[in-house]
Structures are given as C-alpha cells and as structure tokens.
C-alpha cells in the first residue's frame, strides 16, 4: 500500500475526529454538576454556545485534533480551585438571568454573592474529554479501519 497507507490512515483519523463533535457532546450533555456539594442540574450546557463550540481539525503532516473553542472550556474541564479572585460579576449575572430565571435588577444583586461562593468553593471539573478518551478512540480506529479497508479494495480491484 505504501503512500495509501498513510493516506487511508491519515483520512480515517480526520473523518474519525469529526465524528468526535457528537460523542463530546453528548458527554457535554452528561456532564455532573459543577457545584462542589453536587448541587444542581448536570450537564455543561446553560446557552448552548459551550456545546455548539466543539470543533475538531486535521493536523498536518499527520493527526487530527478534538477541541471546544470557548473561553471556559479549560474550567469546564478542569475546574476551579476555591480561592484566588473573583469570577467576572457581569458574567455571573447573565448565567443568574439564564439559568436561574431572574430579572436583570435581581441577577446583579445575586451574582456578587455567587461570585463569593464560587471563589470560595470552587468549581469541579467536568471532565468532558477525558470522559470521551476510550469512546474517541474507537470511533477513530473504526474510520481508519474503514479508510484502510477501502483502500485495500481498490488496490486489489
């Protein structure tokens, strides 16, 4: 196979990863709560842009690569620790009208109170990715397998 090989490896990786975006999604859509105590409702998702942030893109010369372009997506996945400063207070009080339904006067007089809690709690980490890591690496190694199968036909056909 020589060059096809790495070719039909290289497009099954690329095609695999696009596969990639449904499965982070839906451990996205799973996700536990981030409240140290496990309150609240699971999952990452409060607007939706979080979850409609999952890209994924070919690295060259060889690999592919999974990623959510967001801001947060580092404290989504990993965290963050009690202590250190203030969470941003207009950020806070959009997420209070959001998800907690409150009027824009009632979110910015909430959000400094959960901007406290959240500096002296923390947040937990999600773990989007590394709860996808085995279900990722199947559905690549299904697209390679596919894309060297294919290309084994056509070499012999």
């Known amino acids: 196979l020589g060059s096809n090989f790495a070719g039909a490896i290289q497009r099954g990786t690329v095609s695999g990863a696009a596969r990639c975006i449904t499965v982070v999604q839906r451990t996205t859509r799973e996700a536990r709560p981030s409240d140290p105590h496990g309150l609240g409702s699971g ?11 999952w890209r994924s893109t070919a690295l060259v010369p060889t690999g592919a ?14 965290g963050r620790r009690a202590g250190g400063g203030f969470p941003p207070l207009d950020v806070i009080a959009r997420w209070a009208q ?60």
């Open 43 to 53: 999952g990452a998702v409060n607007t939706g842009s979080y979850l409609g942030a």
């Open 65 to 78: 690569s999974v990623f959510n372009s967001k801001l947060h997506a580092a404290i989504v996945e990993l």
């Open 98 to 157: 959001r998800r907690l339904g409150l009027s824009l006067v009632e979110a910015k007089r909430a959000a400094w109170p959960i901007a406290r809690a959240i500096r002296n709690r923390g947040l937990l980490p999600r773990h989007v990715m590394r709860e996808s890591i085995q279900e990722m690496i199947d559905v690549v190694q299904e697209e390679q397998v596919r894309e060297l199968d294919a290309a084994l036909e056509s070499k012999a056909g």
